[in-house]
């Protein structure tokens, strides 16, 4: 279950992580339009990281980490952003996903 916490009302709502991706695509169709616009991975690894930011570091210091590692792993020529790398190796969304989450639970292992 993700828990999401309003900041308004300070309740939790639960959420599993299929639902929450289900809702963010659907918002992305409502403001975008079209369903090819929607990126998958970046709403996956956002419903993810509800779920597994567990450490209490800020998210974006965990990823500029998560960056330097994917790009030592995949001994990359350019440094860039995960979004970007994992966009740039493959091109199957469900082999994106899958690699994300194999590598993002090694990087976790390492990291602790």
Do not use: C, P
Request: aromatic fraction near 22%; charge should be negative; proline fraction near 0%.
């Amino acid at each position: 279950m993700v828990k999401i916490t309003s900041y308004t009302k300070r309740e939790y709502i639960d959420y599993s992580l299929s639902e929450l991706i289900e809702l963010l695509k659907a918002k992305s169709i409502m403001f975008f339009g079209e369903e090819e616009k929607f990126d998958n991975l970046y709403f996956f690894i956002i419903g993810f990281l509800f779920h597994k930011n567990t450490s209490g570091k800020n998210v974006e210091e965990k990823f500029l980490f998560f960056d330097e590692w994917l790009y030592i792993k995949y001994d990359l020529k350019i440094r860039d952003n995960w979004r970007n790398i994992y966009n740039d190796l493959f091109t199957d969304e469900s082999e994106k996903i899958n690699t994300f989450y194999k590598d993002y639970q090694e990087f976790n292992k390492i990291e602790r």
